[in-house]
């Protein structure tokens, strides 16, 4: 066995099927990866869909109780009986050759996490930025819906930390740990998976400020100057959202002017961010 897929799931059974799918039918020989896939206690029949499946590789499934995406992906990784982890997601489907692709990188460079090419359901990289393949990259691109890395290393890395609940920071945040270890992370372009979670506006919304109360750990766990800009709590961006707060008819406006105004909008997800940032550091 040399590589292990790691998945979380919690009631997404249809777009599951597809991912599962996908993954059985990787150019990668079947007997050289599994599949470590983690229920979170799915009540949409998850169990049932599984249990129909013919998998070409070794499948594990394991219900447990729901803590949260970042034990899943904890317990996932630690039964794992490949050497190098693929950390990916339920609603993430794979091009014939990610596997591959990964295997042959880490070949080539061994000490290495590797960040794949995800497609965004518009059909743009989710990494927006010009890179070329193999190129290094900062920490902030630890981003786990198609990344692999040995397994040794993130146990080294101490895993997930499993305070992270709700969305997001949990990977770019052992991404900057494993980045203190000087473990380098290039991209890799040639494992190509697409991202079929389309979310509404109001769906972001929420995510925003729930991206705030993960920030607001974030930034406790690290607190320097590094982390404190990346995270966006300078005094500009800290006074704007404090005026908003103040003037209750602006931020109305603002709210009313979203649904049809990118900027209004822009400005909606991140008064909704800094509103949950502030929420969690006054809890901590």
């Not at 990494?127 to 900062?138: D, F, S, V």
Request: aromatic share 10%; glycine share 8%.
């Amino acid at each position: 066995m040399k590589l292990s897929v790691v998945i979380g799931t919690c009631n997404q059974k249809n777009v599951l099927d597809k991912t599962l799918q996908s993954l059985f039918r990787q150019t990668l020989p079947a007997e050289l990866y599994e599949v470590q896939l983690i229920d979170s206690s799915s009540t949409d029949g998850t169990d049932k869909m599984i249990e129909a499946l013919k998998p070409p590789c070794r499948l594990d499934y394991l219900r447990v109780e729901n803590q949260g995406k970042t034990a899943a992906r904890n317990l996932g990784i630690k039964k794992a009986a490949g050497e190098i982890i693929l950390l990916t997601d339920a609603d993430m489907i794979a091009e014939p050759g990610l596997l591959e692709a990964h295997l042959q990188a880490h070949g080539k460079r061994p000490e290495a996490a590797f960040e794949g090419l995800t497609i965004n359901p518009d059909g743009k990289p989710y990494i927006k930025a010009w890179l070329w393949p193999w190129k290094r990259l900062k920490w902030a691109y630890f981003l786990t819906g198609n990344l692999s890395i040995k397994k040794a290393t993130i146990t080294a890395a101490g895993l997930f930390d499993e305070n992270f609940k709700g969305y997001g920071w949990e990977d770019i945040e052992l991404g900057y740990r494993l980045a203190q270890m000087k473990v380098p992370l290039l991209y890799l372009p040639a494992a190509v998976n697409h991202h079929h979670h389309p979310v509404s506006r109001e769906g972001l919304i929420e995510r925003k400020y729930q991206m705030g109360r993960s920030a607001a750990l974030f930034y406790r766990k690290h607190p320097d100057f590094t982390i404190k800009m990346f995270l966006g709590l300078n005094p500009l961006a800290m006074g704007i959202y404090r005026f908003i707060k103040k003037h209750r008819s602006l931020l109305e406006m603002i709210r009313r002017q979203a649904a049809r105004s990118p900027f209004y909008n822009y400005l909606l997800e991140e008064y909704q961010y800094r509103l949950g940032l502030e929420d969690g550091l006054s809890s901590l």
